[in-house]
């Protein structure tokens, strides 16, 4: 069975130089650089898919690692976006059998977002990567809403990655550690996927996918704890006036992704709120670097072929329009 792992990061040393520039550089780019991750990021040839051949992943999808551009001035997140687009689009073109790529927005610069969504999907991007908040503009802001219609347009998933909470929250609740610990806790340590979960939870309520109802969201870490919660969310549908309880929207517009977390109890509560024909493969290269042996062992607590081989690469293949086995 062939193995498609989306949500695969990369870095643009051009978008690094310039977030460090800006006068609050975002903390989490950090992370890219303990061991050897900022080596693993910026290789998009000979050494990431050798990396792939050894965990037996056949096609990767390639996202810019975060926090993209978001935090960039209008002007500046629309040329690197246009930059980081083009870089990925000529990486798939030198490997075409083995990387596709979501595309790269510049949210700051909202009346932009929509035309290099329609001109990256024209390069040939399957897919694009938001986050949930660009300076104090949330992702549901109705000026995004043009995006959204191109995207559910043109059949381009928005995965919707974690980012770091903003400094008011942060200042009230993710400090007061060592700086490390607070890095860790407002990211990828509980903060990040708070916020991804709350985003993904305020498109909903904001009557998103009712507007929209070709739409497909991707959320990764096995949907940023919201899947977990929906008992309490669904009481939110009356209140917000939607005609359909929030777990009904996850289950007909929302994937999730494993992102290398591979705990068969997460799998078996994921199944317990939808089904695998809404799961997807993802390792959160090179974040998470599990083996081959890793992987197949966590494939083998889905029950049937048929599952396995739609996890594996089936649901990555008609979302994103992938064929897995092309040369």
């Known amino acids: 069975m062939p193995l498609i792992g989306i949500e695969e990061h990369w870095t643009l040393p051009e978008l690094t130089s310039a977030l460090n520039a800006v006068s609050r550089p975002d903390e989490s780019l950090a992370l890219n650089e303990r061991g050897d991750t900022g080596r693993r990021l910026a290789d998009l040839g000979a050494g990431r898919i050798a990396a792939m051949d050894a965990q037996g992943i056949d096609v990767a999808v390639l996202a810019l690692t975060p926090p993209g551009t978001h935090p960039l001035p209008p002007a500046e997140a629309v040329a690197l976006s246009r930059l980081a ?13 083995r990387f596709r790529s979501l595309s790269t927005l510049p949210m700051s610069a909202p009346r ?46 928005v995965f919707l990655h974690p980012q770091i909470p903003s400094d008011a929250l942060r200042d009230a609740a993710y ?14 340590g509980w903060g990040w996927h708070l916020e991804a979960a709350t985003a993904a939870l305020r498109l909903v309520l904001r009557g998103t996918f009712d507007r929209h109802p070709g739409l497909q969201l991707v959320l990764g870490h096995w949907g940023e704890l919201l899947p977990f919660w929906l008992d309490r969310a669904d009481s ?31 799998l078996h509560h994921a199944l317990a709120v939808t089904t695998t024909d809404r799961l997807i493969f993802s390792t959160d290269y090179p974040f998470q670097q599990p083996t081959r042996a ?10 049937t072929d048929t599952d396995r081989h739609k996890v594996r690469s089936a649901n990555a293949a008609a979302l994103f329009g992938i064929d897995p086995t092309a040369p």
């Open 175 to 188: 400090r007061g550690f060592d700086p490390m610990t607070d890095l860790g806790l407002a990211t990828f």
């Open 85 to 97: 687009n083009d870089t990925a689009a000529a990486a798939v073109s030198a490997h075409p059998a």
């Open 112 to 157: 932009h977002v929509a035309a290099e969504l329609e001109r990256a999907a024209a390069q040939g991007h399957v897919g694009t990567m938001v986050y949930g908040r660009s300076g104090d503009r949330f992702l549901d802001d109705p000026v995004y809403d043009d995006f959204f219609a191109a995207a559910a347009a043109l059949r381009q998933p």
């Open 236 to 266: 939110l549908a009356r209140l917000a006036g939607l005609p359909r309880p929030v777990s009904d929207y996850l289950r007909s517009n929302v994937f999730l992704t494993t992102s290398g977390m591979f705990n068969p109890a997460l």
């Open 294 to 303: 890793e992987i197949d062992a966590f494939f083998a607590h889905l029950a």
